[in-house]
């Protein structure tokens, strides 16, 4: 019940293209999903993060699309680009707990 | 703003001896701190949960007694690794929730790399 499945685990894009990144989750308490990037060595950094009351959040060139009833969230990062390259994560929160998915790492060729 | 450091960044150290890596919030005040552990390639594993001034509380599988944890104070965390051996060694990443802002968000430190030779 508190695991978030993220798929695909490694994923390579060309420069300009869509990168998308899917996750579920099974417990209907989760009441917060954020998103993590983290570059190799480094504490992963919140990217953006969305409530269940909400379908879907864009910010910049990244947007995530939640599906309640399916339990179901994803990343979109358009016009993606080398700096991009890094390593995803989705995350679930009840309370105070983060769950972390499995981790999705992009590469985004020039 | 929202910073969260650590220190050190990366720690060599023998078989047997205790490591202590500490979690500071620099321009907020913490009132709950969380330690992870990460393997190469692999997710975060939560490791404990600690208010300031209580006693952390610790996930299933986590020797208690193994990893210390101290918070006693809004911007200061600190872990020990005690009688360390080489299967400790891995990335360790603190983050921490800043007691005036968002219920949700935590701030992630760059993380300590530890190695137990």
């Known amino acids: 019940q508190q695991q978030v499945k993220q798929s695909p685990q490694s994923l390579i894009v060309q420069k300009g293209g869509i990168s998308i990144i899917n996750c579920a989750y099974e417990n209907t308490a989760f009441d917060y999903f954020p998103w993590y990037q983290q570059f190799p060595g480094k504490g992963p950094a919140l990217l953006i993060a969305i409530r269940p009351d909400v379908s879907e959040k864009k910010e910049g060139r990244f947007t995530i699309s939640f599906n309640k009833s399916a339990k179901q969230f994803s990343l979109h990062i358009m016009d993606s680009q080398p700096g991009d390259s890094a390593t995803y994560f989705c995350a679930a929160s009840y309370g105070s707990r983060l769950t972390f998915g499995e981790g999705t790492q992009l590469t985004v060729n020039p | 703003g929202a910073v969260v450091s650590q220190h050190p960044s990366r720690v060599i150290c023998k078989s047997g001896t205790s490591v202590k890596i500490e979690c500071r919030s620099l321009d907020f005040q913490a009132t709950t701190m969380f330690w992870y552990r990460q393997f190469p390639k692999k997710s975060l594993m939560l490791m404990a949960t600690s208010n300031e001034g209580s006693k952390a509380t610790y996930e299933q599988g986590v020797e208690k007694d193994k990893f210390l944890i101290n918070h006693a104070s809004l911007t200061l965390s600190t872990l020990t690794v005690t009688s360390a051996h080489p299967e400790d060694s891995s990335f360790y990443i603190c983050?921490?929730?800043?007691?005036?802002?968002?219920?949700?968000?935590?701030?992630f430190g760059p993380g300590t790399r530890l190695t137990v030779t």
């Open positions: 983050s921490a929730r800043d007691g005036q802002g968002s219920a949700y968000e935590q701030y």
